[in-house]
């Protein structure tokens, strides 16, 4: 059995954590911040309901920033990213704590102060703590949009939860401003209301925005599905010049995708699509390359973790042809294989102006990342991203991968994770690296079966550039004099190099009775991880 595969099957388990989970720090972080301490007897004592909005919004922070870490350096098994979600929230806890409660009056002070220091261009109450609107509040928070020759082109109500009360008092407000907003940000504001009042909620300020001249609308983060989409057919049927469009994690099916689709009337000025973690799967990407298909000014688009298989990658490959102004793509975590791996190779070569592309557990294997290697070495000459891990790549690949690195002299960023290069690939990699790339900073080979050797010899040369900051070999085989080496190399700048917690030196192949308990404990070992979080005094 191959040891980098079982590496593989390990590293991907402990992140994302489960909604379970997740709903569970929530709870035992209320317990935290409700419990008598020394900061409650100094600072005050937090109701459980406040202290239950704040657990809430530090998981939310906290997540997204262990997740950013996670999608750019993927670490094997997630781990390091669980260790960042702790930290995080255990830090954000103690600034809460040291807060204290916080009186209606603070708070809406706080929001105050921060629209009055947009230059009452931007209206924004996504601040403070994630809580629900009632009519009351909203009527106090609003106020300044209802201020005579008010100039706010900029709403953002993103991460305060209106129910139907405060939508009533909102819609008049809206309406009234339809002449002058183009940018409108309603990501997560129905938060925990149940489904009817949501759409309700979702249908009056669809028709309170009707006919805005929108260039920018970002409705992500709503578990809209096909419902939530036709709540807001008023709107988008109404938009004609929208440049940027965000519908990340609203649970986007094969049918609300089709709507999407339908019901925006022209995307020919459209330059930014964000569809990240939706359950799009391939009938729904075949829609979305539709749209796509539609919009020859797109220059970055996102359709990551969608569950999209090959017909669904074949068709969106094939829509992105007409695309010639893309500068970044991210197509990852999704099913395409080798046959929407070659058909994407198509039509990269056509992306002159491409800088950032990211296929990483894309299935690509060795035929599908050859194909697109090549691709690329006759395009994105000013290529600065490449993020290719998790695609079974083995040495049978690497000179095609090698020969598109070299041509690629404005590299910063290199990603090859989680693949089977082993030493020989690994060492045909840092000979290219070695020659210019200054621009260079982060390479992650981390998972690859590598030893000493090729761990040796790539450190070597990365270490000689001259704006470098990380090197991630974790997760491979390096021998315990290896490991001694790779210190030696980078002693002057020991930041540089990545840690090696889950190298392992003797390079033991995990056998298939730990594979499969990991496979049905992994959630036990993340809450393990977890269920001790402490409240730690800042470093």
């Given at each position: 059995?191959?040891?980098?595969?079982?590496?593989?099957?390990?590293?991907?388990?402990?992140?994302?954590?489960?909604?379970?989970?997740?709903?569970?720090?929530?709870?035992?972080?209320?317990?935290?911040?409700?419990?008598?301490?020394?900061?409650?007897?100094?600072?005050?004592?937090?109701?459980?309901?406040?202290?239950?909005?704040?657990?809430?919004?530090?998981?939310?922070?906290?997540?997204?920033?262990?997740?950013?870490?996670?999608?750019?350096?993927?670490?094997?098994?997630?781990?390091?990213?669980?260790?960042?979600?702790?930290?995080?929230?255990?830090?954000?806890?103690?600034?809460?704590?040291?807060?204290?409660?916080?009186?209606?009056?603070?708070?809406?002070?706080?929001?105050?102060?921060?629209?009055?220091?947009?230059?009452?261009?931007?209206?924004?109450?996504?601040?403070?703590?994630?809580?629900?609107?009632?009519?009351?509040?909203?009527?106090?928070?609003?106020?300044?949009?209802?201020?005579?020759?008010?100039?706010?082109?900029?709403?953002?109500?993103?991460?305060?939860?209106?129910?139907?009360?405060?939508?009533?008092?909102?819609?008049?407000?809206?309406?009234?401003?339809?002449?002058?907003?183009?940018?409108?940000?309603?990501s997560d504001f129905i938060a925990g209301r149940p489904e009817d009042e949501a759409i309700e909620v979702m249908n009056i300020f669809s028709s309170a925005l009707e006919g805005c001249e929108l260039r920018y609308l970002n409705l992500s983060n709503n578990a809209l599905g096909e419902k939530g989409i036709k709540a807001f057919e008023a709107l988008l049927r109404s938009q004609n010049n929208l440049e940027e469009l965000y519908l990340m994690n609203d649970g986007i099916s094969e049918e609300a995708a089709r709507a999407v689709c339908e019901l925006i009337p022209s995307t020919k000025k459209l330059r930014i699509l964000q569809f990240h973690n939706n359950m799009t799967g391939d009938e729904g990407a075949i829609a979305i390359s539709e749209l796509v298909e539609q919009s020859p000014l797109l220059e970055d688009f996102r359709c990551s973790s969608t569950r999209v298989d090959s017909e669904g990658g074949v068709a969106l490959a094939n829509a992105l042809g007409k695309c010639s102004h893309l500068k970044k793509l991210d197509l990852r975590d999704n099913m395409f294989g080798v046959e929407a791996g070659v058909a994407l190779s198509k039509a990269l070569l056509g992306f002159s102006d491409l800088t950032e592309i990211y296929l990483s557990y894309l299935n690509l294997e060795d035929e599908g990342s050859k194909t697109l290697a090549n691709a690329l070495i006759k395009s994105a000459p000013s290529l600065e991203v490449l993020d290719m891990a998790g695609n079974d790549i083995t040495i049978k690949a690497v000179p095609d991968l090698a020969a598109c690195i070299a041509a690629k002299q404005f590299l910063t960023k290199l990603n090859l994770a989680e693949n089977e290069l082993k030493d020989d690939g690994t060492i045909l990699i840092a000979k290219v690296l070695e020659e210019r790339h200054g621009q260079l900073s982060e390479v992650d080979l981390s998972a690859n079966g590598i030893r000493r050797a090729g761990a040796r010899v790539l450190a070597q040369v990365v270490v000689q550039k001259p704006g470098f900051k990380l090197l991630n070999l974790n997760s491979n085989f390096i021998s315990d004099e290896g490991v001694d080496e790779l210190k030696e190399i980078f002693k002057r700048a020991p930041d540089m190099l990545g840690p090696l917690d889950e190298n392992d030196p003797e390079g033991e192949d995990l056998d298939e009775e730990d594979e499969e308990e990991g496979a049905a404990d992994h959630e036990d070992e993340l809450e393990s991880k977890l269920k001790d979080l402490k409240i730690k005094p800042e470093e």
């Amino acid at each position: 059995m191959d040891s980098t595969n079982q590496v593989r099957s390990f590293s991907i388990k402990l992140w994302p954590p489960s909604h379970s989970t997740r709903l569970l720090l929530v709870e035992r972080m209320t317990k935290n911040l409700t419990t008598p301490s020394i900061f409650s007897r100094k600072y005050g004592l937090l109701t459980k309901e406040e202290a239950e909005e704040d657990a809430k919004q530090i998981e939310s922070r906290a997540f997204v920033f262990a997740n950013q870490h996670h999608e750019k350096e993927p670490d094997g098994d997630g781990s390091s990213a669980v260790q960042l979600y702790a930290k995080e929230s255990s830090k954000l806890m103690l600034e809460v704590l040291k807060r204290g409660p916080i009186t209606k009056e603070a708070e809406e002070v706080m929001i105050s102060e921060k629209v009055k220091a947009s230059g009452e261009i931007i209206f924004d109450i996504s601040g403070g703590r994630r809580a629900f609107i009632d009519a009351e509040e909203a009527e106090e928070l609003l106020k300044p949009l209802r201020q005579p020759g008010n100039k706010y082109y900029k709403i953002c109500f993103s991460n305060r939860s209106f129910g139907l009360d405060a939508a009533h008092v909102v819609e008049p407000i809206l309406s009234s401003l339809r002449d002058q907003l183009t940018e409108v940000d309603l990501s997560d504001f129905i938060a925990g209301r149940p489904e009817d009042e949501a759409i309700e909620v979702m249908n009056i300020f669809s028709s309170a925005l009707e006919g805005c001249e929108l260039r920018y609308l970002n409705l992500s983060n709503n578990a809209l599905g096909e419902k939530g989409i036709k709540a807001f057919e008023a709107l988008l049927r109404s938009q004609n010049n929208l440049e940027e469009l965000y519908l990340m994690n609203d649970g986007i099916s094969e049918e609300a995708a089709r709507a999407v689709c339908e019901l925006i009337p022209s995307t020919k000025k459209l330059r930014i699509l964000q569809f990240h973690n939706n359950m799009t799967g391939d009938e729904g990407a075949i829609a979305i390359s539709e749209l796509v298909e539609q919009s020859p000014l797109l220059e970055d688009f996102r359709c990551s973790s969608t569950r999209v298989d090959s017909e669904g990658g074949v068709a969106l490959a094939n829509a992105l042809g007409k695309c010639s102004h893309l500068k970044k793509l991210d197509l990852r975590d999704n099913m395409f294989g080798v046959e929407a791996g070659v058909a994407l190779s198509k039509a990269l070569l056509g992306f002159s102006d491409l800088t950032e592309i990211y296929l990483s557990y894309l299935n690509l294997e060795d035929e599908g990342s050859k194909t697109l290697a090549n691709a690329l070495i006759k395009s994105a000459p000013s290529l600065e991203v490449l993020d290719m891990a998790g695609n079974d790549i083995t040495i049978k690949a690497v000179p095609d991968l090698a020969a598109c690195i070299a041509a690629k002299q404005f590299l910063t960023k290199l990603n090859l994770a989680e693949n089977e290069l082993k030493d020989d690939g690994t060492i045909l990699i840092a000979k290219v690296l070695e020659e210019r790339h200054g621009q260079l900073s982060e390479v992650d080979l981390s998972a690859n079966g590598i030893r000493r050797a090729g761990a040796r010899v790539l450190a070597q040369v990365v270490v000689q550039k001259p704006g470098f900051k990380l090197l991630n070999l974790n997760s491979n085989f390096i021998s315990d004099e290896g490991v001694d080496e790779l210190k030696e190399i980078f002693k002057r700048a020991p930041d540089m190099l990545g840690p090696l917690d889950e190298n392992d030196p003797e390079g033991e192949d995990l056998d298939e009775e730990d594979e499969e308990e990991g496979a049905a404990d992994h959630e036990d070992e993340l809450e393990s991880k977890l269920k001790d979080l402490k409240i730690k005094p800042e470093e």
